[in-house]
């Protein structure tokens, strides 16, 4: 019985698949593109006709964990309009994904503010897809919940207080779920976003 022959999506993401692998593991330098299409079991030249560039790999494969991680994080959720508990809930949800996706959560800690994603990629990334961030950060500011600081910076500091909490949860597998470290992460982060 033969089995059903492999799609350009299939392929396409297996060239994905083994490049989160790869980058993590090895890291972004040192993986090469003859690496990852061994490890994707596609020849060469179909890595090249998906992806010109390592690079273009790299932006790729950062564009869609944040997008798997921004669906995750509206999913089954409903926001009530108090900006805190909202914020509350997403940062839980963040988290939860975190620790349910230990090698794309390694990705980010190793790529999120790394020069091998290019800015243009990232800008589109906080942007783009987390654009229900953005829009909770607006109508917190306009409601003096949080601080009145530029959006850019404040979404930043967002990004950086995440990556702290992943890493530490990342290094501290035990505490995962225990329910004072989640709380306390989620009011460290509040305490610097709110308007004093």
Known sequence: MNSAPVTITQKKQAILDSALSLFVDKGFNATSTASI?????????????????????MNQLFLS???????NMVSNIALCGD????????????????????LKQLFFLQYSMSADIDAAVRKQ?????LGFVVD????????????????????ENCHGQYL????FFTDNP??????????ASFKLFWHAMKAQ
């Open 37 to 57: 299409a061994k490890a994707a079991g596609v020849a060469t030249g179909t890595l090249f006709h998906h992806f010109p560039a390592k690079n273009d790999i």
């Open 65 to 71: 964990i944040k997008q798997e991680f921004a669906n």
């Open 83 to 102: 900006i805190e508990k909202d914020a509350n809930n997403l940062w839980q949800k963040a988290i939860d994904w975190a620790i349910a996706q230990p």
């Open 125 to 129: 990334a906080m942007t783009s897809i």
């Open 136 to 155: 909770l950060i607006e109508q917190g500011k306009q409601q003096g919940i949080i601080a009145d600081f530029p959006s850019e910076l404040l979404l």
């Open 164 to 167: 702290a909490a992943i890493r």
């Open 174 to 183: 035990h505490l995962g779920d225990d329910k004072i470290h989640r709380s």
